[in-house]
């Protein structure tokens, strides 16, 4: 299963904000086996956003989605991805409960029409309640297209996604991903010669056009990295498949050159 991320926002084009949610999203689904092959940024614009789907849907199973769904104007992207799944859009009491027993812990008895608009979801679609703000996502699927729609701030989008989002793509990965993180020595502690990407990828050579595991390095300021993945049914095959490959990095590297080798949780 392939999957695309789209984040939705001007103020992430205009460069106001970091997109830490892609980040974050393309981790978490590297842990969950599933691969993803392109990260799209789109502003506040339905036609645009409408346009990076079709784009995402040309090559990819399924895409996640965040930002858009605040209570302002220009917070669009619900409302046109339900028009582009064809979903009626419907009142879930459940949100609008959610919503007005907030306001009144904060002294309001009165609720704006944005922050109603907040608990009109799309008809028989999933949806992900928001336990961290007022906006709920949702999955909604058509003719074998998948979309999860989170909202944008990271303190409500990622426990979502850890709570509703992993166990639901869980299900649609046949695979595990584990990766192996080589630290070699910085620059200030051996040769730069040595631990520099150019010469510790000469050092791998053909190592590196392996398949699976794959072998990748990364420069760093002070060294360089090498990060070694294997994809596998369980997390101890994955494991088995990386020890081989692990132990022919360190051989050509050579053991006094490694800071240090451990598995990549982050």
Do not use: W
């Amino acid at each position: 299963m392939v999957v695309e991320i789209i984040s939705v926002g001007t103020e992430i084009l205009m460069g106001n904000i970091v997109n830490t949610n892609a980040q974050y999203l393309a981790k978490r689904l590297a842990h969950l086996g599933l691969d993803c092959h392109y990260q799209t940024v789109v502003g506040d614009n339905p036609a645009r956003i409408k346009s990076a789907l079709d784009v995402a849907y040309s090559r990819a199973d399924a895409v996640i989605m965040t930002g858009g769904l605040g209570p302002t104007k220009d917070d669009l992207t619900k409302e046109m991805l339900m028009e582009y799944f064809g979903k009626i859009p419907v009142v879930d009491e459940k949100a609008l409960h959610s919503l007005e027993e907030r306001l009144k812990a904060r002294g309001f008895n009165k609720m704006s029409e944005g922050l109603r608009k907040q608990a009109i979801v799309p008809a028989d679609s999933l949806i992900l309640y928001n336990h961290h703000g007022t906006a709920p996502g949702c999955v909604m699927e058509r003719d074998g297209k998948i979309c999860i729609l989170l909202p944008g701030p990271p303190h409500e989008m990622q426990p979502m996604f850890e709570e509703c989002c992993e166990l639901y793509l869980n299900a649609k990965s046949d695979k595990i991903l584990v990766s192996i993180i080589i630290r070699c020595l910085s620059k200030y502690e051996a040769p730069i010669s040595i631990v520099g990407e150019s010469p510790v990828a000469d050092r791998l050579a053909e190592i590196l056009d392996g398949v699976n595991p794959t072998v990748a390095t990364y420069a760093k300021e002070d060294g360089c990295i090498i990060r070694v993945t294997a994809a596998g049914k369980t997390h101890e095959e994955a494991l088995e498949l990386l020890k081989p490959v692990v132990e022919k990095c360190r051989e050509r590297i050579g053991e006094e050159f490694i800071k240090f080798v451990k598995e990549d949780t982050d």
